[in-house]
């Protein structure tokens, strides 16, 4: 089968490296890719959201599935066109656009939850209309307030207000001064949650599911999460204070309730659901829902597991997920995300990436990569992902900061203590 990934960034990379490790995979095109997809597939010169050349593309090159890897492309509605006669061949690891609306708009995310209830934090959202009623209700919430940005705004629509009065002055800068564009017409003013945040994913054909490796991230550009919010700094799967008993309560209070929400109103969902959540006191509170796999976490969650990746998608499209068994392995994945000078604000692009043939152990996964007259230059913020794999969190550290330590190029910033705390908690 000839398949097509979309997308240019370490999760389209760490697809693209499970997929062609597939007999099942014929050929593997990536589109746009980077320098680490070029490396594996073929890099194909088309946007994410260019749904027109995309059809052309997979008609003239028989593509029979199409995996999404970002979110813009599924709100866009990226299935939903492919449903058209011509195309209705090819599948779509991806849910529709209703589906995808989960991730699209935190307004409509948490009225889904509200409605089949699954466990959250209370809040209410506001635009320019009501903005008054907005300030009013900071008034009556407790500290921290949580003002979340209701459309997507690449990871970092999220703020943590200590103060009542900072938590105004971020509201208005959201909804009256377009803080983060049209993403913050609406804004969710939330309660805050008090607990340790980790990641659940989960693949499913629309009535099946399997629960992959959970995984935890770290969001900030500084050590021990100071600074700005950024895509991600780093992953570790799994995680050690997510233990049976807390998984099992999420399988039945947050998974179950929310793959039935989709039959129940009426989604097209194949594909995967990332489920942000916080450990309260050993209880489950979902976050947000993400409509995709993470970024970077699919870099520590794809290297433990065992199954040919395209042997699942096979049963995604075919609804047959009940047939398979998951198989995961028991070694700890850790990522520690290497990126440009500068980001999450300005950075520069276009420098030579030395030290990456030296990598013997571990798995580099490409982000903001290209190839420059056969030299791998830096395109983006984040720029590459370094993941090591051993028998416990000591051990993985340790082969990823390896790697990370045999790679330069002009400014290269990465996070020191990436699953530091995880590796305290297990020693305490």
Known sequence: MNVLVIGSGGREHTFAWKLSQSDLCDQLFVAPGNAGTAQIANNVNIGVSDFEKQATFCLENKIEMVVVGPEAPLVDGIKDYFKQEKLQHISVIGPDKKGAMLEGSKDFSKKFMERHGVPTAKSKTFDAQNIEEGLDYIDTMQLPVVLKADGLAAGKGVLICASHAEAKSELKAMIVDEKFGKASAHVLVE???????????????????????????YKRIGEKDTGLNTGGMGAVSPVIFADATFLNKVEEQVVRPTVAGFKKEDMDYTGFIFIGLMNVAG?????????RMGDPETQVVLPRIQNDLMD?????????????????????????????????????????ISGLEQIKEGLVFHAGTTLKEDEVTTNGGRVLAVTGVGSGIKAALTQAYAGVDKVRWEGAYFRSDIGQDLLALKQN
Not at 210 to 217: G, I, M, S, W
Not at 283 to 288: A, C, L, M, N, S
Not at 321 to 329: I, P, R
């Open 191 to 217: 309660e805050f949650l008090d607990g340790i945040e980790l990641s659940v994913f989960v693949l499913t054909d629309g009535k099946n599911y399997f629960v992959l490796p959970e995984a935890k991230d």
């Open 283 to 291: 209880e489950p509170k979902v976050i947000e829902y993400n409509v």
């Open 312 to 352: 699942l998608f096979l049963s995604v499209k075919n609804q047959s997920l009940d047939t398979k068994v998951l198989k995961t392995t028991d070694a700890t994945a850790v990522t520690v995300v290497m990126v440009a000078g500068g980001y999450p604000e300005s950075y520069g692009k276009g420098d030579n």
